[in-house]
């Protein structure tokens, strides 16, 4: 939540970097901006509510130095004097943020006393008269953050700059800051789409560390001692391209549309580290699947999986209940984190939990050099490129294929689950045609009025069909509920009236016969039905046919549903790459 950028170089529109970088990062956040920028001996501020969108970069004052921030709202309500940067009051200092400092109420307090003026509602305000409060004590600005640092309890990632210095300070405790190394100066970002147009060199910062940089050499520190660091660079792989939308009118559909080479990308794996994982299962006395949201969902489905492919009980919790589960924790559990973004603070906290008490983690991520990806002892990537838009789709699908993977090389059967994934790629390849596209906006054009809609699926179908919720919801904002099909009888189905749709999503499975008659149930009460299935049944209104994929049903399954949901977005006249109130990286709790 909330994205943060900052350039000092030898550039001259270092405020323009700042608006463009801010405008990769609004998927963090988006409602409201702003940068600050070296001007001379002064600070220059701009903050405004509402997208970065419209703005020129170029309308802003030519300097070398800039911070800026993308705002996801967690305490105050959306107004410009809430968004970022905040500075002390002689306007010397100023920071940006992403976290929460939990503690601000008390620090405010203790300012107020001594004189400060808040002009915001912000946790963050307290950072820069903090800072000033220890300038007090040292003339070295990069101290006197460290100092106040010290301070706060909580999650941040700030940048903060000061008018007697041309250098960035930066700090994380909890929220991910990336340093982009160019020839020409340093960047410091959440996350490297950001910058990725200027360099893909990175240095990532752990938690506790502090960085200096005045854009020609750059200091890594503990942020306690201060006793300096050495850091690795990496080389990102991820292309420029794939961070843009190219041609399509949002990022969701074209990452839906990715979906026709990620999946196999995800396929693409290091057979002898799979094997590796597949053991640390198979010798794990407790293996226990955790994510959020989406991922959260790849996880019941993996449960599936497992049990179905290889016989293998796991247990399955969202990320922020897995704290809970402590009791069941020993040396020997395992738990599998499922993350896009690896960088979820519920995941990173279920982490957390499960290393103090001595478990091993396995990370199942896209982002490499995530939170998530360096606190694990076994990282598999899902190789699914940059997502930007807020909902999750291509991410999603690579969740399933290394999930699945993965169960089948504890079945000792890699070779057969490789093939069949390969497959569906190439089915995924195919169904994603501009035909199969028109008929699905057909089908949203019919439903789009609708205030609610109801999905059901059983078995590995299930998982898909609360994640098929979540996806109408976030996007189209009508209200759509998922249910496992036997459970309709025992309460939802009173909710069926006439006309209501409802999606039914099947495969040629063990559970068919038993979806079918509770799509006979649903259609008794006058529900609409959309069987999502490899064959068409009578009992069906409507029907979108999807490939005879197998283990892989849950994959194709969701696929029509996610462009579903793009088209009840963009009918509805909503934006599907921004919907309202959310983020697409979550990091805070
Ligand atoms: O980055 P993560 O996979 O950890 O994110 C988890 C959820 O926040 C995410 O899947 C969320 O539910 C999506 N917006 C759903 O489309």
Redesign the pocket.
């Known amino acids: 939540m909330c994205g943060i950028f900052g350039y000092v170089g030898n550039r001259s529109n270092a405020a323009g970097l700042a608006v463009n970088g801010l405008k990769s990062l609004e998927y963090r956040g988006y409602d409201s901006w702003g940068v600050a920028w070296k001007e001379g001996s002064a600070l220059g501020l701009r903050k405004e509510t509402g997208k970065i969108s419209g703005i020129n970069p170029e309308s802003l004052p030519a300097c070398s130095l800039a911070i800026g921030h993308t705002r996801w709202a967690t305490h105050g309500g959306v107004t410009a004097a809430n968004a970022h940067p905040h500075l002390n009051e002689d306007r010397t200092i100023a920071v940006v943020h992403n976290g929460i400092i939990e503690n601000y109420q008390e620090l405010r307090e203790e300012l107020k006393a001594k004189g400060h003026v808040f002009l915001s509602e912000t946790d963050t305000e307290v950072i820069p008269h903090l800072i000033e409060e220890y300038l007090k004590e040292t003339d070295d600005f990069a101290h006197a953050v460290r100092l106040a640092c010290q301070r706060f309890t909580g999650r941040y990632g700030i940048l903060a700059v000061h008018t007697t210095s041309d250098t960035i300070v930066a700090a994380r405790t909890g929220s991910p800051l990336i340093v982009g190394k160019a020839p020409d100066g340093f960047f410091i970002a959440s996350d490297t789409p950001a910058f990725l147009e200027h360099t893909r060199t990175v240095q990532y910062l752990d938690d506790g560390e502090m960085v200096i940089t005045n854009g020609k050499s750059i200091i890594f520190s503990d942020l306690k001692t201060g006793e300096e660091k050495l850091k690795r660079e990496i080389e990102i792989t991820w292309s420029i391209d794939e961070a843009r939308k190219g041609d399509y009118a949002h990022f969701m559909l074209k990452e839906i549309m990715d979906q026709k080479e990620s999946v196999a990308r995800a396929v693409n794996q290091n057979e002898e580290e799979i094997i590796e994982v597949a053991r640390a299962i198979e010798n794990a006395r407790g293996t226990f699947l955790v ?5 959260h969902k790849a996880c019941m489905a993996g449960e599936h999986f497992f049990s179905i492919v290889a016989g293998k009980h796991v247990n399955v919790a969202p990320a922020s209940e897995f704290k809970l589960y402590h009791r069941f924790l020993r040396p020997e559990s395992l738990l599998i984190a499922v ?3 690896g960088e ?1 603070a519920d ?1 990173l906290e279920a982490i957390q939990v499960a290393k103090s008490k001595g478990a091993k983690v396995l990370a199942i991520v896209n982002s490499p050099g995530s939170s998530i990806a360096r606190a694990a002892d076994y990282t598999l990537l899902i190789n699914a490129g940059p997502e930007r838009a ?3 789709t291509k ?1 999603l699908t690579g969740q399933l294929a290394v999930l699945m993977l993965v169960a089948y090389a504890l079945a000792g059967k890699l070779a057969e689950g490789k093939k069949l994934l390969l497959e569906t790629a190439s089915m995924i390849n195919d169904m994603l045609n501009p035909r199969y596209a028109d008929y699905l906006s057909r089908v949203a054009d019919h439903i789009k009025a609708k205030e609610d809609l109801y999905i059901i699926g059983r078995s590995w179908n299930y998982p898909m069909a609360l994640e098929s919720a ?2 109408i919801q ?1 996007v189209s904002y009508i209200h759509a509920e998922g249910f496992a099909g036997g459970e309709l009888k025992h309460g939802p189905i009173a909710l069926i009236e006439d006309g209501m749709p409802c999606i039914v999503l099947a495969g040629n499975d063990e559970v068919l016969p038993d979806i079918l008659s509770n799509a006979v149930q649903l259609k008794a009460r006058g529900g609409y039905v959309i069987g999502v299935a490899p064959e068409r049944n009578e009992i069906f209104d409507e029907w979108i046919r999807v490939p005879d994929a197998g283990a892989a049903q849950p994959i194709v399954n969701i696929i029509p549903i996610q462009v579903l949901a793009y088209f009840l977005a963009v009918q509805r006249g909503k934006d599907p790459d921004m919907p309202r109130n ?1 983020a697409k ?2 990091t805070v709790k």
């Open positions: 994510g959020c949201g989406t991922a993350s896009q973004s979820t995941v807020v909902a999750s991410a979540i996806k976030e959310l990286s979550v």
